[in-house]
């Protein structure tokens, strides 16, 4: 997947019988799904021409005109859709998209090397860096906060740490 896409929502299947599909967004203001149209599939090829009509429990009700029936928008669910990096607002220094997080080495700041963000997770009470732990398949759910992660480099790739005394 090109560095120039980022993920900022799913399809989740049809949504009613008359070719409407249940959205999820990624974005920080949910409603913006709709100002990045057209998004992209995960292949780069598919064009989807994305209008919101209304939101529904987690998430919203949208037309997307490639497609007209039902089982259309069934065979789409799970889709992710992106959109150009170039459309995207500019983040504030100290605030980073999921994307640009994952694959980032982490060090402690001793410069011991802790692991690999593997995801972005957000379960309600902030988000936590998901850091596989070096030559296992451990992963370590590390609070993304200035306190724990004083440091986030994206031009080396690196992100240092001061976790919780025990979390590693």
């Not at 409603?31 to 994305?50: K, M, Q, R």
């Not at 939101?55 to 039902?70: D, S």
């Amino acid at each position: 997947m090109s560095e120039d896409r980022v993920c900022v929502g799913a399809i989740g299947g049809a949504y009613g019988v008359r070719g409407e599909l249940r959205i999820k967004s990624f974005c920080a203001v949910a409603e913006d799904i709709e100002s990045y149209s057209p998004l992209t599939g995960e292949d780069g090829d598919s064009t989807f021409h994305l209008a919101l009509i209304r939101p529904i429990k987690n998430g919203f009700a949208a037309r997307i005109a490639e497609v007209a029936t039902k089982e259309e928008a069934d065979a789409l669910k799970g889709t992710q859709l992106f959109a150009d990096r170039s459309q995207l607002p500019d983040l504030p220094d100290d605030e980073f998209y999921h994307a640009d997080l994952i694959g980032l080495e982490v060090y402690d700041t001793g410069g011991t090397r802790l692991g690999t963000i593997k995801t972005v997770v957000d379960h309600g009470a902030g988000d936590l860096l998901d850091v596989q732990r070096p030559g296992t398949s451990e992963t370590v759910l590390l609070p993304f906060t200035r306190v724990a992660v004083p440091t986030v480099d994206l031009a080396s790739g690196r992100v240092i740490a001061d976790p919780p005394d025990g979390l590693f």
